[in-house]
């Protein structure tokens, strides 16, 4: 009999256990639904607020020495130059690759009616229009860049929010402790501190890597002649950013763009010497640098892109990892939210 209490409350708290994990689910279900429903304005939002992050240790430093709107005037002409630069420059390799799509089709239309002819051979059916598909696919994937890099109003409409959410950060704490108790409002105003400080670290180390990274995948398709050897720099650097896989799609599409323009000896050179950088970079460089703050798996890092993409498109593609990571730290923060922290990434015990 003394064992009914115990055996009894069980499935009380079983239930209550379901119960909660079913309005987590039905709570997650209608946020993302809510960020769909208003994606013109909750994804500039979020662009907006992963930029103030970054930039404002800059804004603070320059608050001590100077006029608030001096200040403000300066970050924001700093971060117009910064998107300025990179902008082009991705323009520039979506232009390039633009005017060299015509040769890739064509090669990678021979190499598919010989591949075609042996499997044919072997009695295995073919789909004899897969090129044209892939041609029309990369037109399309090249399209959509060029109208994303010449979108001006949404480039508007996130430097307009940047600069509202910079004049007015430091009145935000004031307004936390005042919506909140004394002890609440200080433990968020600590945990959003921390969490960006830490997602400052990972932006800082993840983007000098990536620099790193396309600079010698330039460098070295240069010195062997690769075509589009720009591109493939500035391709390793955007793929830097997603951990793992995108070091091996960065390694391996030099390589293929080697085997069919310059032979098999050509593209395994391109492939070890790459492959050489990124085991390097991926398991010495960056691991020194970024310390034990934050690790995310590769399935995470690709359901991130995916699911983001899914939710803002093509911009939310973008800013996948970003989000995830700033997610990550900020629920690694509170005790009640650590779970998903350890979840979605490697975070260890800060406490």
Known sequence: MASEPSSSGQPGGSTRSAIGILLAVIATILVVAALQAVRPVAMPLAFAVLIAILVNP??????????????????????LVVLGILAGLLLLGVEQAGTQLPQYAEQLQQLWQRVSGWLQSQGLPVNTDGTQAWQGALSQAIGGLRSLLGSFSLFVLILSLLALLLLEVDDYRDRTRAAFSTRTGDRLIDAFTSMSQKLRRY?????????????????????????????????????????????????????????????PSKAAAVLVGLGVMQVILGNFVDPKLQGKYLKLSPFI???????????????????GVPMTAAIILLTSEFQLTRPVATMLGDMPDSR
């Not at 600079?215 to 589009?228: E, F, K, N, P, Y």
């Not at 720009?230 to 830097?240: E, K, P, R, T």
């Not at 359901?303 to 973008?318: Q, R």
């Open 58 to 79: 800059l804004r603070h430093r320059l608050n001590r020495s100077l006029p608030r709107w001096l200040s403000l005037t300066i970050v924001l002409l700093v971060i």
């Open 301 to 319: 890092a690709l359901l991130s892109i995916v699911f983001w993409g899914w939710v803002w498109g093509i911009p939310g593609a973008f800013i």
């Open 203 to 263: 932006f800082l180390v993840m983007t000098f890597t990536s620099t790193l990274t396309g600079l010698l995948t330039l460098l070295w398709c240069w010195l062997l002649s690769i075509q589009l050897a720009v591109v493939w720099g500035l391709i390793a650097f955007v793929l830097n950013f997603v951990p793992t896989l995108g070091s091996i799609i960065a390694a391996l599409l030099p390589a293929i763009a080697a085997l069919l323009f310059q032979g």
